[in-house]
T-cell receptor, first 112, second 111 residues
C-alpha cells in the first residue's frame, strides 16, 4: 500500500498561474520528498524537506510540511507549459532512503 | 553521462517468456532500488540493495522475480514465466543518503 496521497489527482491551470498540490501521509517520517515525472519517463527529484523543517524553497518551488497534520504542500509559482507533468510525494519513515513510499501523484496540466 | 541508466527502455514479450532488465546506478552510490509503476499509480517498492547485499524484498516480488547486484555496481531484474499482469514500467533508482536518482525506466508489455 502507498502511504502518501496527493490531492488533487488532476489539476489544470493557465500558464503564469500558481499550482498547489497537497500530500497527506499516515505514519511518522524522517523526511518528505517531491518528485516530478514527465509522461512515460523516470522520476526527477525536486526537493526534500526534513521532519524538523516547516518550509523550503527552490527556485519557483515552495514546499511546506506540517507534521502535526501529516501533510505537505508543493507550490509552483508562475507556472510554465514545461511544468506539465505528474508530481509525487514520497515519504521515508525509517531513516535513509530505504523503502521510500510514493503516493499516486497529481497530474498537472499547464495550458499555454 | 553520470545518471542512472536502464536497458532496455522498452520490452515486448509473450506470456510465459523470461525477461531480464539491467540498471547501471550512479557510480558512487552504494544503494540501489527497483520499483514498479503501473498506469496512473505511483512507483511501488520492489527491492533494495546495499552494495551487493539484497537487504529488503517486497511481498509484491513473487518467486518469478529475482534481482541481483553481483559486484555491487550494476543490477539485473529477471522475471520468469511472464504474465500479462507484469506489464508495467520498471524503475531503478540509486541513492546517496537521502535523495533518490531514478533511471528512465524499462517499459514492459506482456502479450
Amino acid at each position: 500500500s502507498q502511504q502518501g496521497e496527493e490531492d488533487p489527482q488532476a489539476l489544470s491551470i493557465q500558464e503564469g498561474e500558481n499550482a498547489t498540490m497537497n500530500c497527506s501521509y499516515k505514519t511518522s517520517i524522517n523526511n518528505l520528498q517531491w518528485y516530478r515525472q514527465n509522461s512515460g519517463r523516470g522520476l526527477v527529484h525536486l526537493i526534500l524537506i526534513r521532519s524538523n523543517e516547516r518550509e523550503k524553497h527552490s527556485g519557483r518551488l515552495r514546499v511546506t510540511l506540517d507534521t502535526s497534520k501529516k501533510s505537505s504542500s508543493l507550490l509552483i509559482t508562475a507556472s510554465r507549459a514545461a511544468d506539465t507533468a505528474s508530481y509525487f510525494c514520497a515519504t521515508d519513515g525509517s531513516g535513509g532512503y530505504q523503502k521510500v513510499t510514493f503516493g499516486i501523484g497529481t497530474k498537472l496540466q499547464v495550458i499555454p | 553521462d553520470t545518471g542512472v541508466s536502464q536497458d532496455p527502455r522498452h520490452k515486448i514479450t509473450k506470456r510465459g517468456q523470461n525477461v531480464t532488465f539491467r540498471c547501471d546506478p550512479i557510480s558512487e552510490h552504494n544503494r540501489l532500488y527497483w520499483y514498479r509503476q503501473t498506469l496512473g499509480q505511483g512507483p511501488e517498492f520492489l527491492t533494495y540493495f546495499q552494495n551487493e547485499a539484497q537487504l529488503e524484498k517486497s511481498r509484491l516480488l513473487s518467486d518469478r522475480f529475482s534481482a541481483e547486484r553481483p559486484k555491487g555496481s550494476f543490477s539485473t531484474l529477471e522475471i520468469q514465466r511472464t504474465e500479462q499482469g507484469d506489464s508495467a514500467m520498471y524503475l531503478c533508482a540509486s541513492s546517496s543518503q537521502e535523495k533518490g536518482y531514478f533511471g528512465p525506466g524499462t517499459r514492459l508489455l506482456v502479450l
